[in-house]
Structure formats: C-alpha cells, structure tokens
C-alpha cells in the first residue's frame, strides 16, 4: 500500500503550507485516515484523524483552528492546510491510513498501518 505525499518547505511563522497525499483506492475504503508528525527527538504524534464510519475529524488541541483536514475523494486524495505555522509545527509529516479500525487514540498516539514517506515541515524566522 502506497501513500504518495507531496508539499511541505520552509515557512516563516505565521506562514501556511499545504500537504497532500494520494491514498490507493477510495478513501472511504479506510477506516481512518490523517496525519502524523514526528518533531525532532520527539515521539510521533497524530495531528488529524479522520474517522470515515461517522465521518467525525480529530485534531490535537495545538493545531485546532489553524490546520484543516480535507479530502478529495473524486481524486482518492487529503489534504492538510496549514495556517498560521508555528515553530513548534516543525517536523516531518506522515499521511496515513487505518486498515484495522484501531481506536482513534491510538492513530493520535502516532499509530497506523500504512504510511507515506513522510515531507519535512520547517517553521523559522
């Protein structure tokens, strides 16, 4: 199973970037689907989860207000928009999808059975 991301760079805080991830298939095929970062020395973290059987989206408490999940599914693609990037936002960012129906702590815990290769966020002044 392939994810395939693209976007990510350097921004200075405040700035936005978007994610994108191409997921084989139907996104409705999943039962969940995000994103995950990993900042340096840190563990990973989920971001953004969707959940598609009561289509309910989960943002950690850092991000809400700033980042939006969206999908596609004409084109079988998310994404995430990024606004008002902080510092603390740098890290490189996984799309990822839930084959198992694992509760959706554990895909905000950084938990997930497929994956992208991941595209560096980098916010500096």
Known sequence: LQLV??????VQPGGSLRLS???PG???????MGWIRQA??????GVVCFVTADSS???IDSVK???????????????????????????????AVDLSGRPTAA?????????GQGTQVSVSS
Not at 5 to 10: H, K, T, V
Request: glycine share 10%.
């Open 57 to 59: 989206t989960y943002y």
């Open 5 to 10: 991301e693209s976007g990510g760079g350097s």
């Open 40 to 45: 340096p020395g840190k563990d990973r973290e």
């Open 21 to 23: 991830c191409a997921v």
């Open 107 to 115: 895909f905000m815990r950084g938990t997930s059975d497929a994956w």
């Open 65 to 95: 207000g700033r980042f939006t999940l969206a999908r596609d599914d004409a084109k079988n693609t998310m994404y995430l928009q990024m606004n008002s990037l902080k510092p603390e936002d740098t890290g490189i960012y996984y799309c």
């Open 26 to 32: 139907s996104t409705l095929d999943y039962y969940a």
